[in-house]
């Protein structure tokens, strides 16, 4: 950054019961439900921002898309949107969720699919090589059954209806793995009662035939079934979104170093062959230890305060701290590049806590869009009673960990929502 950031604290700001939601249920609404994500964005905190930053004819666009959460909240209330994220996971699940088909198809699909599972032998795909970490993760009856899942859904000729089955076979996974079911961090469980691919799927199939009916019927309803809505599979740093063709930017980007997503979402990367190496594969995401931005210094007093405390108990925590306030300041960079004038930039930031030493990463951020000439418009408190994040870390390691530790804190909660505005 080319000028000292003016020091930000948010400190007094007091917590504001009106975007807390601490009942919502919302995302169980629409397609909201399609799969498990961590950190998933409230679809009421959207829903609310577009109501009261937004207007009918304006593009709504979310640089870190995530699982569409944005997008589908556009869809529903009209808008036009277009979101960016470098997971391809992301990109699938988010696809399927703005796509509502036309449910007779879809249900007589489902049935299809439903019905071949007679042919199946276990026979014909015990031999099967996708990835040793399949293996690692799934026995081998569950990788057969998989198998011939995977291979009967590709044979679908619509990709609409394709995307929704693969979203679907995607989210059982977990359940039909070895994967501890409560981490988001991978662990085997040995005492797991693992779910049968067969059962889970149909069940959870079930489920979104319901959702897509209800999302299409509203859409259809409400003349918003075409509505203009896209997801591209893009780095948030570099976009091909046009300059000043955004009215509003709702996201939440990614929590400093709390999720390598790369990891979360393997066993559907491997399954799916969109990548063949997870550490090469985790290098492109946001504030990463491999970031190209390797300099610690940076011209924040707040920024070098975080990461001089944390180099002095790891080194390796500071650079990915350091690497990602870098990363974000890029953001900040294209959020201003595609906005409109007056265009607002909305976004929802976590604190935390990690070997003791406070990142106050809604501070920094807030400081580089002041750098970048957005005006802070309102920053807002909210508490998170029900995200779907882990909420404890080890004081000592940084990990998350359980409560019962004797070195265990909570982190996460609160988090804040900044309205900036390109002036």
């Known amino acids: 950054m080319e000028k000292q950031l003016h020091r930000i604290s948010f400190e007094d700001i007091p917590v504001d019961s ?14 909201h439900g399609y799969h498990r994500y961590p950190a998933k964005f409230l679809p009421n905190l959207v829903k609310k921002l577009i109501e009261e930053y937004t207007k009918e ?47 007779h198809k879809l249900e007589e699909l489902y049935n299809f699919i439903i019905s071949s599972f007679d042919e199946f032998k276990i ?19 569950n990788k057969s059954k998989i198998a011939f899942l995977y291979r009967k859904i590709l044979g679908v000729e619509d990709s609409t209806m394709k ?47 319901k959702k897509n009916a209800e999302f299409y019927l509203q859409l259809s309803k409400d003349g918003y079934l075409r509505t203009k809505c896209a997801i591209k599979l893009e780095d948030a740093r570099r976009t091909s979104i046009k300059p000043n063709s955004v ?48 300099e610690l210094r940076y011209n924040s007093a707040l920024v070098t305060e975080i990461v001089n405390n944390l180099a002095s108990k790891d080194k390796r925590t500071a650079k990915e701290v350091a690497n990602y306030f870098k990363d974000m300041n890029e953001v900040g960079r294209e959020m201003k590049r595609v906005l409109k004038k007056d265009g607002y930039a909305c976004l929802v930031i976590g604190n935390t806590t990690i070997k003791d030493v406070k990142i106050k990463s809604a501070e920094v951020i807030a400081e580089i869009l002041k750098s970048l000439d957005f ?6 408190k909210r508490s998170i009673p029900n995200k779907l994040i882990p909420t404890i870390r080890d004081k000592n390691t940084g990990r998350f960990s359980k409560l019962e530790s004797n070195n265990s804190k909570l982190v996460y909660p609160e988090e804040y929502i900044l309205i900036a505005k390109k002036v």
């Open 123 to 141: 026979e014909d795909y015990a031999d099967i090589s996708v990835h040793e970490r399949i293996d690692y993760w799934f026995t081998l009856e």
């Open 18 to 31: 009106d975007w807390c939601f601490k009942n919502a249920r919302s995302v169980e609404q629409w397609t």
């Open 375 to 380: 005006q802070i418009v309102k920053t807002i």
């Open 247 to 294: 009215s509003a930017i709702i996201t939440s980007p990614p929590y400093v170093t709390s999720y390598e997503y790369a990891d979360i979402h393997q066993l559907t990367a491997y399954w799916y062959e969109y990548i063949e190496d997870l550490a090469k594969f985790r290098k492109n995401f946001i504030g990463t230890f491999y970031s190209l931005n390797q």
């Open 57 to 103: 004819d304006d593009l709504i666009a979310d640089l870190f898309a995530g699982c569409g959460t944005t997008l589908v909240e556009a869809k529903i209330h009209g808008r036009k949107s277009i979101g960016v994220d470098i997971n391809p996971v992301a990109e699938l699940i988010t696809k399927a969720k703005i796509n509502p088909i036309n449910p």
């Open 163 to 209: 995307d929704f089955l693969l979203v679907s076979l995607s989210h059982i996974l977990k359940n039909c793995s070895r994967w501890l079911q409560s981490s988001t961090k991978p662990q085997i469980d040995p005492n797991k009662k693992i779910a049968d691919p067969f059962v889970a799927f149909r069940l959870h199939t079930k489920q979104m035939l």
